[in-house]
Structures are given as C-alpha cells and as structure tokens.
C-alpha cells in the first residue's frame, strides 16, 4: 500500500518504479496463473504449450476459455473467434490510457499495448490518473506482472499433473474471484454509490445476455459497454 500511495503522490519514471507498483497484480496472478496452469494441463495441453499461451496470448479469461475449448474438441476458428470477442474489451482499455501515453512514438506504444489486461490497465489507471507516463515506467509494470502470469502458469501445469478433480480445488472460481478483487476496492470515496450502480448495471446486463445467448462473447463486450455508459452518464 505504502508503494501505491507514493506513485500516486508524483509521477513514476523509471522502470524500477513499475517493477516495483506492479506488487498487487503480481500478488494476484501468482494463484491465478497457477490454477490456469493446473485447469489447462487437466485439458491436455503440454507444458510447453501452456507456457507459449501465457507468453503470446497472455489474457487470463481468454486462456482460460481457450483451454476449456480446446478440451472440448472444439474447432480452431470457434476458439479464435470466442477469445476475440472476449478480448475486444481491450480496444477501450487502450483508448482510456491515451492521455498518458499519446507523447510517446507510435512503435512505444505498440510495444505497451501487449502489456495490457484488465489488472495492469487497473493499476495504471489509477496510478497515472491521466498525467504522461514514462514508457520505461509502463513497460516496468507490464514486464513484472507477465513475467509472473508466465512463472505461475508454468508451476501450475507442472502440478497439474497430479490433480484429479480440480472442481473440489476451487480453482474454476479463481478467475472470477480475481475480478471480484479488483472491483470492491473501486466502491470508496464520495462517489462509490455511483460506482455501484455502474457495476451492477454491467452485471446486470452480462447475466441477461448470457441467459439469453449462451456462450456468446459479445456479452462481457456490452456489459463493459453499458457500465461504462452508464458511469459516464453519472459523472
């Protein structure tokens, strides 16, 4: 916390500063990318091929959706099409962290783009604030926290060789559990009431479009959509 409440008094340059404020996501990948590992080898993918996932695919709901496909028998062009629809969230992400990275060239950013997910975009949201951030800071927090999604996940398909009923573990909750971690600190201050209400709203919307579409990957799409929406609205 005392790492955090510095970064957020001044404006992190260097990329020992973001090795340092990727703490928290660091903290929470370890269990999460170990039960992806653990869930993944249970689905028949090598450990090699957990690793190559976590390196170039590196995005936890979308691995963990792949796998489970891939278990399933399911074809190569229903995978790649799920994962996208799922991952679209993050053309927003990006455009939310323009303020902070639009002085640096274009190729930076590209580099950085890789980086984000919905735990490093938290951070720096919330770190940046808007202010222009140093791409050696930014690069600091997204090569920390890959670097432990990539270690976890490996630990997890090496223990995943023993598991049997990964279900009775608890691990097919991690995922959701990490999400939930992320959002109840966001419900502080003066404007928590409002936050709430965006929230539940994207909670709402996400639950009737998976009722009424089942399986369908553009209902995390317009629920981050209709939160968003409605939070700008309140503001």
């Given at each position: 916390?005392?790492?955090?409440?510095?970064?957020?008094?001044?404006?992190p340059t260097s990329f020992l500063d973001g090795v340092r404020s990727a703490g928290p996501v660091v903290l929470g990948y370890l269990p999460i990318g170990f039960?992806?590992?653990?869930?993944?080898?249970?689905?028949?993918?090598?450990?090699?091929?957990?690793?190559?996932?976590?390196?170039?695919?590196?995005?936890?709901?979308?691995?963990?959706?792949?796998?489970?496909?891939?278990?399933?028998?399911?074809?190569?062009?229903a995978i790649i099409s799920t994962?996208?629809?799922v991952n679209l969230r993050?053309?927003?992400?990006?455009?939310?962290?323009?303020?902070?990275?639009k002085?640096?060239?274009?190729?930076?950013?590209?580099?950085?783009?890789?980086?984000?997910?919905?735990?490093?975009?938290?951070l720096n949201s919330s770190l940046l604030q808007g202010r222009p951030a140093s791409p050696a800071?930014?690069?600091?927090?997204?090569?920390?926290?890959?670097?432990?999604?990539v270690l976890a996940s490996m630990a997890g398909a090496l223990a995943g060789q023993l598991a049997?009923?990964?279900?009775?573990?608890?691990?097919?909750?991690?995922?959701?559990?990490?999400f939930i971690g992320l959002l109840v600190p966001h419900f502080s201050g003066a404007e928590r009431a409002k936050k709430a209400v965006s929230a539940l709203t994207a909670a709402a919307f996400a639950l009737g479009a998976l009722l009424l579409y089942p399986g369908s990957g553009w209902a995390i799409i317009g629920a981050t959509l209709a939160g968003a929406t409605v939070g700008v609205l309140l503001k």
């Amino acid at each position: 916390m005392a790492t955090l409440e510095t970064a957020l008094s001044r404006t992190p340059t260097s990329f020992l500063d973001g090795v340092r404020s990727a703490g928290p996501v660091v903290l929470g990948y370890l269990p999460i990318g170990f039960a992806f590992g653990v869930l993944a080898r249970t689905t028949g993918l090598t450990i090699a091929e957990i690793a190559l996932m976590s390196l170039l695919v590196y995005a936890g709901s979308a691995q963990f959706i792949g796998a489970a496909m891939i278990g399933a028998g399911a074809a190569a062009p229903a995978i790649i099409s799920t994962t996208f629809l799922v991952n679209l969230r993050h053309l927003l992400m990006s455009t939310a962290l323009v303020p902070s990275l639009k002085q640096n060239p274009p190729w930076q950013n590209c580099l950085l783009a890789y980086g984000i997910t919905d735990e490093t975009f938290a951070l720096n949201s919330s770190l940046l604030q808007g202010r222009p951030a140093s791409p050696a800071f930014v690069a600091g927090v997204h090569v920390a926290s890959q670097s432990a999604w990539v270690l976890a996940s490996m630990a997890g398909a090496l223990a995943g060789q023993l598991a049997v009923n990964t279900e009775a573990l608890g691990l097919d909750f991690a995922l959701p559990a990490m999400f939930i971690g992320l959002l109840v600190p966001h419900f502080s201050g003066a404007e928590r009431a409002k936050k709430a209400v965006s929230a539940l709203t994207a909670a709402a919307f996400a639950l009737g479009a998976l009722l009424l579409y089942p399986g369908s990957g553009w209902a995390i799409i317009g629920a981050t959509l209709a939160g968003a929406t409605v939070g700008v609205l309140l503001k």
